[in-house]
């Protein structure tokens, strides 16, 4: 690829001139045409030049919006035109970059595809000069005019979006003034939603926002606050924790912001002032139905004000209030992953702990402002003037474009490698992550002959590819490949599913595949993650009940001669440390029984979270040293969390014979275990005769008939 006319002049007045000129990119094969347009357009415009499509794809990539113009031929090698037009299409550049086809071939068929794809104007060969020059020039002129306008427009709203974020700005001042909160709050309340709003956005197919819906919503947080312009001063600022009386109070300025704006006598159907209602209202709702004023639950909490929640309980846990300290970012998102300032939506809390980093940087570069920026106002006003003249083929290829992006983005999450391959050109296309992260180009032509793709892939693993898909038919399209790939700078085996595209002809004709590369060991390791969560209890980490149950029946099937025992151990007055010291509280003490379980038993016994406070133990004893270890155990998860004085219950079956099941034996247990509890709680009782009678219609088990108490 040539440099363009820049190369021919040096420094000083004439390439000053050079230099500000409108670039344009001619896209040819032909030496001689190129020749001929940079003699027609030098002296007005500088010249860049493509020799074929893969070219002019590479120029685009690097340039961008620097191109005013491309003349782009239709039959080149490598890639031919339409496939620069669909590389435009798909990458958007169609839109601000207009295109002018040059070519010979004026058959309707090539022009109307060539229109489809977004194409300008067409030149035919052989060129008039004075009829280049004209089209583009009017060309170029028509896309400067509209940039003008779209700029236009784009100050206009950046003016007034200015104006109103300042009054909002003002307003809520006003209200943190009077709560003794830094006048960054509302700022970082406005970066902090924005932020969760964008990332919801991509991981979520429910939530989909607008540019013009997160500008919207992220200045109305900003109005979160409002109410408490009537909330007393000496409640507002008390340094001391506040009075059951005084809480009920402060707590009515959610509802207080809601109806000063309600009582707006102007603008209630507009969205900045329906989206401020909602986050006025209910941002104090919790997402386990625990929050106020209305007692909202889960997505009945609309997902602005579930958002402004987020963003207000990290803020106030980062800053400095008159009644404490600030904590560090690193333990405020420790405490709201834990559960320890509210219950927020799973989904939410995900997309908080993805942009907690870019919090934290925000934050610390000073960038945390509600300003609008011109780059948001630019997409906004493009949302504008395009939503009327949206068509069905538009709206079809915007959803094209939302189902790539959400592939690609699945792509980087499951780690796989997607692409395209056609035949015709021979070419591979790889998503923008797949080829990041194989350090190649997005676009490979010729797979088989470029140092690229071999240095990935060896000849033989490829050719091998090839001929399996080629093996395919239309009713069976689909092949899986096992082989190596060089992935940053090491070999790793990967799978290769494929399946082959066909034409619709009779008889169909292989056009290509579509296929992804699964990392092996990655994909062996995420299913080892989906497993564990399968079979383990989300709060304690411990076995859950089903999982137990199946080890338990394959052991005493396995064994069935085997001296087992099952043990079912209740968490006395656990009831109590919820109601004194709240729920989160409440689950730190079973995730500390938990570890004390673990501690002790032995590797090979299962320990599991039969549910509510209830844990099970089975494992296998000496009957020499079996009291003995009871009583340990027991007397192992005595103790004092915090202030709680720990205390179980605990009942004992043992399993002697070929008779023992599964479901028997737990029921001895847990007649064990009630009997313990009538008898005082604090104790354990092994399962004897004298409790047979609670065993209903369930088979009888060969239990020895002992009993002991503490």
């Known amino acids: 690829m040539t440099a363009g006319i820049c190369s021919q002049f040096g420094t000083g007045e004439k390439y000053m001139e050079i230099k500000n000129k409108s670039k344009i990119l001619i896209a040819d094969d032909s030496e001689m045409n190129r020749s001929i347009l940079l003699d027609m357009l030098e002296e007005e415009y500088e010249i860049v030049e493509a020799e074929n499509g893969a070219e002019a794809v590479a120029v685009l990539r690097q340039m961008g919006t620097e191109i005013a113009l491309v003349l782009l031929d239709i039959v080149m090698p490598e890639l031919d035109g339409f496939g620069v037009l669909d590389m435009m299409n798909q990458y958007h550049w169609i839109e601000d970059i207009p295109v002018i086809i040059i070519s010979a071939e004026s058959s309707s068929t090539y022009l109307e595809r060539a229109f489809e794809l977004g194409v300008t104007d067409y030149i035919s060969r052989p060129f008039d000069n004075l009829i280049v020059q004209r089209r583009v020039t009017n060309t170029i002129l028509l896309y400067a005019k509209q940039k003008r306008l779209f700029d236009m427009v784009a100050d206009q709203i950046m003016e007034k979006e200015k104006q109103s974020t300042l009054m909002i700005d003002i307003l809520s001042h006003i209200v943190e003034f009077r709560n003794g909160e830094s006048g960054l709050h509302t700022l970082h309340i406005h970066t902090i939603t924005e932020l969760l709003l964008k ?21 109305a947080s900003a109005l979160h ?28 300025h959610s509802a207080v912001g809601d109806s000063m704006l309600e009582q707006l006598p102007f603008y209630q159907n507009e969205d900045l002032v329906k989206a ?18 209305d007692g909202l639950k889960g997505d009945e909490i609309p997902i602005a004000a579930q958002i402004v929640a987020l963003a207000d309980v990290y803020d106030a846990l980062t800053s400095e209030r008159a009644y404490k300290k600030a904590f560090t970012h690193e333990k405020a998102i420790e405490m709201i992953t834990n559960g320890e300032c509210g219950v927020f939506s799973p989904e939410l809390l995900g997309c908080f702990r993805d942009v907690a980093d870019e919090i934290q940087a925000e934050f610390a570069s000073g960038a945390g402002r509600a300003d609008i920026s011109m780059k948001e106002v630019r997409n906004i006003t493009g949302e504008i003037l395009h939503r009327k003249e949206l068509t069905t083929s538009d709206r079809t290829l915007r959803l094209l474009e939302h189902e790539r992006a959400k592939y690609r983005f699945f792509a980087s999450m499951s780690n796989e490698i997607q692409f395209e391959y056609t035949i015709d050109p021979s070419m591979i296309t790889l998503t923008d992550w797949g080829a990041e992260r194989l350090g190649v180009k997005e676009i490979i032509m010729d797979p088989l002959n470029d140092e690229d793709a071999l240095r990935i892939i060896d000849r033989d693993s490829l050719t091998s590819l090839g001929k399996l898909l080629r093996n395919t038919t239309p009713e069976n399209p689909v092949i899986k490949y096992n082989c190596q790939l060089h992935v940053n700078g090491e070999f790793r085996w990967y799978q290769i599913i494929c399946r082959a595209t066909w034409s619709m002809d009779e008889p169909s004709e292989y056009l290509g595949a579509i296929g992804k590369a699964v990392d092996v060991h990655t994909e062996h390791t995420r299913m080892t993650d989906l497993e564990r969560v399968a079979s383990h209890d989300g709060l304690t980490g411990l076995l859950n009940r089903s999982k137990a149950e199946q080890m338990i029946r394959d052991r005493l099937l396995n064994n069935p001669g085997g001296n087992y025992a099952l043990f079912i151990i209740d968490l006395d007055y656990f009831k109590n440390a919820n109601d004194q010291y709240g729920h989160i509280f409440g689950d730190h003490v079973l995730k500390y029984l938990a570890e004390k379980l673990r501690q002790s038993v032995r590797g090979g016994d299962i320990v599991a979270r039969v549910g509510g406070d209830e844990f099970l133990i089975f494992l296998e004893y000496r009957r020499e040293a079996f009291e003995s270890s009871v009583d340990r155990i027991f007397h192992h998860l005595e103790g004092e969390y915090e202030g709680f004085q720990m205390s179980v219950s605990m009942g004992i079956a043992k399993a002697v014979g070929k008779a023992s099941d599964y479901e028997t034996l737990f029921h001895c247990a847990d007649q064990a275990l009630y009997a313990a509890k009538r008898a005082g709680r604090g104790r354990y009782k092994f399962y004897d005769d004298s409790m047979m ?14 009993r002991e108490e503490r």
């Open 693 to 706: 009678h609670t065993l209903s219609e369930i088979s009888p088990i060969d239990c020895d008939s002992e």
């Open 225 to 252: 606050d409002i109410g408490k312009i009537a909330i007393p001063s000496e409640i507002l600022n008390k340094p001391g924790k506040l009075t059951n009386e005084e809480y009920e109070i402060m707590k009515t």
């Open 276 to 293: 401020a209602r909602q986050i006025c209202r209910w941002h104090h709702e919790r997402y386990d139905g625990r929050g106020y004023p």
């Open 199 to 219: 990332r919801l956005g991509q991981m979520s197919d429910k939530y989909q926002f607008s540019h013009q819906e997160i500008s919207v919503i992220s200045t």
